[in-house]
């Protein structure tokens, strides 16, 4: 799942390490950490596989404060965006809300611009 990707991000930053590995990796997650390298929040990923569940070893660039996943995964219309960002994240300058949409996994604010709404599946800042 998503938590163990964003738990595991929390933990490589207390620790400063710039790695961090996480398990399992499905499409999912992927598409999550892609939306985290497109806004620099980390660097990149690379998905491993070792034959059974796989793992996803992610470097870290220092800029990643927190990560979570919101369970279960509410709707969320376009209307509603802002109230979860004010709910969800530190301020209105950074951090993203994560939600998955009929165009696909993106952030809050690609959402709002495509005025479409979805499922919320995570954050981070």
């Known amino acids: 799942s998503t938590q163990s990707t964003g738990s595991n991000g929390i933990n490589a ?4 390490r710039d790695r961090s590995s996480s398990d399992p990796p499905p499409k999912l997650s992927s598409k999550f950490l892609s939306v985290m390298m497109k806004h620099g929040y980390i660097d990149e990923f690379e998905v491993v596989d070792d034959h059974r569940a796989g793992k996803i070893v992610v470097m870290l660039n220092g800029r990643l404060n927190k990560c979570g996943v919101i369970s279960p995964r509410f709707d969320v219309c376009v209307n509603d965006i802002e109230k979860w960002t004010t709910n969800l994240l530190p301020s209105r300058q950074f951090g993203k809300l994560v ?11 690609e959402a709002r611009r495509k005025h479409t ?8 800042y």
């Open 117 to 124: 709404g979805g499922k919320i599946l995570g954050f981070f």
């Open 99 to 109: 939600l998955t949409t009929s165009s696909g996994i993106m952030d809050h604010e």
């Open 13 to 16: 930053e207390y620790g400063a």
